[in-house]
């Protein structure tokens, strides 16, 4: 018995093991001491870097940050649970790998489990997981450091192969792995992905009661239907301390909270419900062909050319020298497609290999799973088109729960990435498995060559047509190419006909990796069909076509992911705290022994920026989803040059550019931490409220919306001589001091959030108020207290003791369905 089954295991431990190796081969440098250069980890890790603080000192990291927009929740930023049990099993699955190795495995090993649970041979399952893992989008989104969503990516499928095996009826077994595995994924903290997944669940769902219907399964469609809402329910109340707190957090954030404002004066209504901000990165209809042929766009808005371009000949013809001229064009403005208006970093390629092979499953798979795959793969694109498809997307946005708090519809892809993969997976296990008649097998092949022939002939019919342009007339658009041709302009220095030279060379290089990608597609395609051709004419064995299916897949995905992760994205260790390093103007500004201030930082986009948060407090900084009421008073106020609100924030020191550098200004109004005001403006409404403060002084007036007048006692006399001082900023706790010597009325310069917030004189709970429509204000009585603000939201703390409850038994499901089957064994 024993030498049987290790027989059986061996060919998928070598499967894995080679797995292993390619992820290894593919990030080399890390072995070598180097680091991903992440732009959007960098951000992270400076906007994270005050609640890492707190984390080493006190073990675990703050509910409040005070480092960006005035204060904010770490929800979505850097909070965990106190239990770490958890992370034991995700260290196991990865061993212990550095990044990006680690995720890279992870993801292939998942999706491995998944062909073997749909019963792949172990090859063709080392096919599959290549083509999933290695799918463009993967290295774009770890070289840009978007290392949450990638780990949601990997854990994705071995949820699915959970729900398999419980339509399998592998009841124990597929309810521990689809628990545990989605508990993982929803940990991942990236909600849109998680969101994806219960969309699939929902058209799995579908064809699975049809599927049992029509076999008069009752019993067992009740029975694997109960199962997976348990491991959904198991998954979910794992992750409840981090899903109630986002959640509650939502209602408040511009990703899900409606502003109470009147919009503005030619603002649309797309704007002013947020769909304009949601659906940015809209994935255009004819832009989804790059699933075929990659760079028919482009690229990245970032891309690089060599020196056979002709913007590099350009550049050299009218007289930059060689060098200066290889740098510009490392960095180009090569993307021209739909997601222009903020840049994209690469388009999802599939592989036109596994494109090929999905087609073809179409076509031969016998499964009822075929179903879903298709209506998952049609669901995905229609997503990703976002604002291009309004019809369908905003319904989705105006009707489905939850729908309206993501942004970048584009994301929509990872959902085809997965299902091309499983039917490029299904169909080869079909093809190999001689069950189907080589006449009818011809046949569908055939089918499958002429849909893809077809489209890769109207791409290159497109090639000789497309204007190779976005130009729209919108200069506000910073990735269009009327403001690159500003851009060049003000480059050379007024000289438009240089400008335009370059645009021209630019156009004729996109329409040359237009084309060059079109032709390198057709070639891989062609040869996939010739070698399935072969099989099914019976002149080449099913190893072999395995083998040069694995090759043209990993060849063709490879060469493309390198375009986007590759040695140049890894940095040196030692180098990575680069760019940490504190300015002269920031090494000023910390001189100040008061820890407390605020700082507006006017050298960059002062509300995209979080190198700032890095060393101070700031007034702006970097998070996608920020408190509503503070983006109100950024677009309202802020952006207005408003000074007397950012007195009111304490901003006590703002940098701006100077020839010679960054110049610090301190600000002698910035109103400290706490004061006391002399009069209250009652007004009827938000709208009302905003308005009040663009011309206010709020070292004497506040304004309230009247709404909060049972929280308020407007009788008070202002004492000159009283004050109010902070004692201390704990991030989650903050301590004033205040003496007077009659009642009076006090403004926080905190921001207000109601949920979780608590205010307490004397240890004894005291009403508080929103005032000047984004802080906090209160009634303080006459004499000697001590004023507390506490930050504890309740959900945080249930959904503690909600989580582990959760996650044991997971375990423990798991634990007994491993121990069933070693018993049956």
Not at 43 to 56: L, R, T
Not at 656 to 667: D, K, L, M, Q, W
Not at 747 to 773: H, L, M, T
Request: glycine share 6%; charged share 15%.
């Amino acid at each position: 018995m024993k030498p049987n089954w290790f027989k059986s295991l061996l060919p998928h431990l070598a499967a894995i093991v080679a797995l292993l190796v390619l992820a290894v081969l593919y990030c080399k440098p890390v072995l070598e001491d180097k680091v991903i250069s992440q732009s959007d980890n960098v951000q992270w890790q400076a906007m994270a870097k005050e609640s890492m603080d707190y984390k080493k000192e006190h073990g675990i990291p703050p509910l409040w940050t005070t480092s960006m927009f005035g204060g904010m929740p770490t929800f979505q930023l850097a909070m965990e649970s106190p239990y770490h049990i958890d992370s034991a099993i995700p260290a196991i699955l990865t061993l212990g790998l550095p990044k990006p190795i680690n995720v890279l495995f992870l993801s292939a090993l998942c999706f491995y489990l998944l062909c073997v649970v749909i019963g792949a041979r172990p090859w063709i399952g080392f096919a599959g997981a290549i083509a999933y893992t290695y799918a463009s989008y993967s290295p774009i989104i770890i070289a840009t450091g978007h290392d949450t969503k990638m780990v949601a990516l990997a854990y994705l499928p071995a949820v699915i192969a959970g729900l398999i095996l419980i339509t399998r009826r592998s009841y124990l077994a597929g309810t521990g792995i689809m628990a545990l595995s989605l508990s993982y994924l929803i940990a991942a903290n990236h909600l849109q992905m998680t969101y994806y997944f219960f969309l699939i669940l929902a058209i799995v769902g579908i064809a699975y009661a049809v599927h049992c219907i029509r076999e008069k399964a009752f019993r067992h469609l009740i029975t694997g239907s109960l199962l997976v809402i348990l491991a959904v329910g198991l998954s979910l109340a794992s992750n409840a301390v981090s899903l109630w707190t986002t959640y509650q957090y939502s209602k408040e954030s511009n990703r899900g909270g409606k502003s109470p404002l009147s919009p503005l004066p030619g603002e649309t209504a797309e704007q002013h419900d947020g769909k304009e901000y949601a659906f940015q990165w809209s994935y255009g209809k004819f832009e989804t062909l790059t699933l075929i042929a990659p760079d028919i766009y482009g690229g990245s808005s970032n891309g690089k050319l060599d020196e056979n371009s002709q913007t590099y000949k350009t550049l050299t013809n009218i007289g930059v020298p060689p060098n200066q001229a290889a740098r510009m064009v490392s960095s180009w403005n090569l993307y021209w497609g739909d997601q222009s208006i903020l840049g994209t970093s690469g388009p999802v390629y599939l592989g036109v290999v596994v494109c090929l092979l999905a087609l073809l499953g179409l076509f031969i798979i016998r499964s009822w799973h075929k179903w879903w795959l298709i209506g998952i793969s049609v669901l995905g694109i229609l997503l990703a088109w976002g604002s291009n498809f309004a019809v369908f997307n905003y319904f989705m946005f105006d009707h489905f729960p939850f729908y309206d708090k993501f942004r970048a519809p584009s994301q929509a892809l990872i959902i085809p990435q997965l299902s091309f993969a499983i039917l490029a997976v299904m169909a080869l296990q079909e093809l190999v498995s001689n069950e189907i008649k080589k006449e009818v097998l011809l046949q569908k092949l055939k089918w499958s060559g002429y849909i893809m022939g077809g489209l890769l002939v109207l791409l290159l019919l497109a090639s000789t047509s497309a204007r190779y342009t976005n130009a729209s007339g919108d200069n506000a658009n910073p990735h269009s190419d009327d403001q690159f041709h500003s851009q060049l302009v003000q480059q050379a220095q007024g000289h438009t006909e240089i400008a335009d030279q370059l645009m021209a060379a630019t156009r004729a290089d996109r329409s040359d990796l237009f084309r060059k990608d079109v032709f390198r597609s057709i070639f891989f395609a062609a040869f996939a069909f010739g070698l399935l051709w072969f099989f099914i004419k019976g002149k080449l064995q099913a190893r072999y076509l395995t083998i040069g299916i694995t090759l043209l897949i990993m060849i063709d995905l490879i060469q493309v992911d390198r375009r986007y992760l590759n040695e140049d994205s890894f940095m040196d260790a030692g180098s990575y705290s680069m760019p940490f390093q504190a300015t002269p103007a920031d090494q000023q500004i910390l001189q100040d022994k008061d820890p407390y201030y605020r700082v507006f930082n006017l050298t960059r986009n002062p509300f995209q920026d979080a190198m700032t948060s890095y060393f101070h407090k700031s007034v702006g900084g970097y998070h996608a989803a920020k408190l509503q009421l503070y983006q109100d008073l950024i677009e309202r106020q802020i952006s207005q040059n408003n000074m007397q609100v950012l007195n009111m924030l304490n901003t006590k020191y703002i940098i701006t550019n100077s020839v010679e550098g960054p110049v610090v200004h301190r600000n002698p109004d910035a109103l400290g931490n706490a004061w006391f005001i002399k009069a209250i403006q009652w007004v009827p409404d938000a709208d009302a409220e905003m308005n009040a403060l663009t011309n206010f002084h709020p070292k004497d007036t506040v304004v309230i919306d009247q709404q909060y007048k049972p929280l308020v006692n407007a009788d008070f006399q202002f004492d000159s001589s009283a004050t109010i001082s902070l004692l201390y900023n704990h991030q989650d706790t903050i301590a004033y001091k205040s003496k007077a010597a009659t009642p009076q009325f006090a403004v926080f310069s905190e921001v207000y959030y109601r949920q979780g917030w608590k205010a307490y004189i004397d240890g004894k709970e005291a009403p508080y108020s929103r005032v000047n429509y984004a802080l906090r204000g209160m009634s303080v009585p006459a004499g000697e207290h001590n004023i507390t603000f506490i930050f504890a939201p309740e959900a945080y703390y249930a959904g503690v003791k909600l989580s582990l409850g959760s996650y044991i038994v997971m375990l423990i499901l798991l634990a007994g369905s491993l121990a069933l089957y070693f018993r049956k064994k």
